[in-house]
C-alpha cells in the first residue's frame, strides 16, 4: 500500500478560514525501526494504527493495531513507530470542530480499540475526494469529516471500555498522575464516574481513593529509597505541586514517618540514577494503609 497525503507537511491546508476544515489527512507506512515523531500541533489529530504499533514515550503508552488516539490541539507529540507500522491521520481545524468534539465527549489522551475497517474507509473516501478534483470535491471530503467524527463514538468498543485491559491503562496513567480526579478517569473511559468507580471497585477490589493512596506511598517510599530526589522534587512528582509541605503530613498520616526520616532509615547503599519506573502489577490490601 503506498503512501498517500492531501498535502505534504510543508504545503498543508493552514490558509484556510472557514469554521470546518481538513488541515491533512494521510495514509503512511514506516519500514524502519523506531521512526520517531516530535512535533506540536495547533489543530485536532486523529490517528489509528491498522499494522503494527506507535509508542508514547511520555507515557509509555502502546496504541495497537485496529486502535485510535486522538491529540487535541497544541498538545506536544512524541511518538516513536515499530517496524513496519501502518497508520491514518487526519488533522482537523475549526470553531464547529471544537464544538463537535466538545458533543460527543470521546477519551482523549487515551488509545481506544475501533472497528477499523469502518473508521479507515471514511478516511480513504476522504482521500478519493481530494486526489478525483470532482464537483464539490472538498465540500464533499468535509462532510465526510464530519461523518468521521460522529462515528468515532460508534467505533469505540463500548463493551472493552470496563475490561481489565482499560483499566490496566487506567492504572498507567494514575502511575504518572496520582491526582487524576474519578470524573476525569471516567471520562477516559467513556464512562459516567459512578459506573467507573463501580466498575474499578469490582476488578482492584478497592476503590479508586484507595488505589491512588496506595499508589501515592509506594511511589513515595520508591523514591525516597533509589533517587536522590529532594522532597519538593518528589511532592511535585506525586500531584502535591501546590503544596509540598502537605506532601510530608501526608507520607506522615499513612507511615507513621516523615520522608526525610524515612530515607534515612531505609536508604539503601548505591542509589540507582534519577528515572521513571514501571507502575507496580499489583495493588497491596495492607489495611494498615486505611486513614
Known amino acids: 500500500m503506498k503512501d498517500l497525503y492531501l498535502f505534504s507537511i510543508l504545503g498543508e491546508n493552514l490558509n484556510a478560514n472557514d469554521n ?14 523506531n521512526f520517531k515523531l516530535n512535533r506540536t500541533r495547533t489543530d485536532w489529530s486523529f490517528c489509528i494504527v491498522t499494522h503494527g504499533e506507535l509508542v508514547l514515550p511520555l507515557t509509555n503508552e502502546h496504541i ?20 513496519n507500522s501502518l497508520t491514518y491521520w487526519l488533522h482537523l481545524k475549526g470553531t464547529e470542530v471544537d464544538k463537535i468534539m466538545n458533543e460527543i465527549n ?8 475501533i472497528h ?19 464537483e464539490y470535491y472538498e465540500e464533499m471530503a468535509c462532510l465526510l469529516a464530519r461523518k468521521f467524527l460522529y462515528n468515532i463514538p460508534r467505533e469505540i468498543n463500548a463493551e472493552n471500555t470496563g475490561t481489565a485491559e482499560m483499566l490496566k491503562k487506567i492504572a498507567q496513567k494514575l502511575y504518572f498522575n ?64 501546590k503544596n509540598p509541605l502537605y506532601f510530608s503530613n501526608y507520607f506522615h498520616s499513612l507511615t507513621g514517618y516523615y520522608p526525610l526520616q524515612y530515607r534515612k532509615d531505609n536508604t539503601i547503599l548505591a542509589p540507582v540514577s534519577k528515572t521513571q519506573f514501571e507502575p507496580p502489577i499489583c495493588v497491596s490490601t495492607d489495611k494498615n494503609l486505611d486513614v
Open 178 to 241: 496520582p491526582k487524576l480526579s474519578n470524573e476525569e478517569c471516567a471520562k477516559l473511559c467513556f464512562m459516567t464516574t459512578e459506573n467507573f468507580i463501580r466498575i474499578f471497585k469490582a476488578h482492584y477490589h478497592v476503590t479508586p481513593h484507595k488505589f491512588k493512596q496506595q499508589l501515592i506511598l509506594s511511589r513515595a517510599k520508591e523514591l525516597l529509597i533509589k533517587t536522590d530526589y529532594s522532597i519538593n522534587q518528589i511532592a511535585i512528582i506525586l500531584g502535591f505541586e
Open 106 to 113: 470521546v477519551p482523549l489522551g487515551c488509545a481506544c480499540p
Open 116 to 134: 477499523n475497517n469502518n473508521a479507515t474507509n471514511i478516511l480513504d473516501d476522504i482521500i478519493t475526494e481530494y486526489l478525483s478534483f470532482g
Open 20 to 33: 470546518f476544515y481538513i488541515v491533512n489527512c494521510c495514509r503512511n507506512s514506516y519500514s524502519k525501526e
Open 64 to 83: 495497537e493495531k485496529n486502535n485510535i488516539y486522538i491529540f487535541p490541539p497544541n498538545v506536544y507529540q512524541k511518538v516513536f513507530y515499530k517496524t
